[in-house]
């Protein structure tokens, strides 16, 4: 099990940059592909990116690529995304997520293990 806990999510007006934080515990982060999800209102929720155990391989989705960066550091069992250039409609909550012992995924179903998420608002 990996136990998860994001914060960095607060409100930046557009064009501004926020690094989202997961700090995570449990045996299996090391070994855990991690990804990050948003939900807006009314909205499903969605993928966003996500790195390997090993940080070799990203992915990201195209409406946030060339502005987010997803990284990791297993010293410190902590995942970040850094937000560059922000748009409003990237305004949601946002999910850290982990999936032991598996390879990077897009489908929020593969993530076995979810944060509580932190809030992003984007003023325009």
């Known amino acids: 099990q990996v136990r998860l806990e994001e914060s960095g999510g607060e409100l930046v007006q557009a064009g501004g940059s926020l690094r989202l934080s997961c700090a995570a515990s449990?045996?299996?982060?090391?070994?855990?592909?991690m990804g990050w999800f948003r939900q807006a209102p009314g909205k499903e929720r969605e993928f966003v990116a996500a790195?390997?155990?090993?940080?070799?391989?990203?992915y990201s989705a195209d409406s946030v690529k060339g502005r987010f960066t997803i990284s990791r550091d297993n010293n410190k069992n902590t995942v970040y995304l850094q937000m560059n250039s922000l748009k409003p409609e990237d305004t949601a909550v946002y999910y850290c997520?982990?999936?032991?012992?598996?390879?990077?995924?897009?489908?929020?179903?593969?993530?076995?293990?979810w944060g509580q998420g932190t809030q992003v608002t984007v003023s325009s």
């Open positions: 997520a982990a999936r032991p012992y598996s390879a990077i995924g897009v489908v929020s179903t593969g993530y076995s293990n």
């Open positions: 449990g045996r299996a982060f090391s070994r855990s592909t």
């Open positions: 790195i390997t155990w090993s940080g070799d391989s990203t």
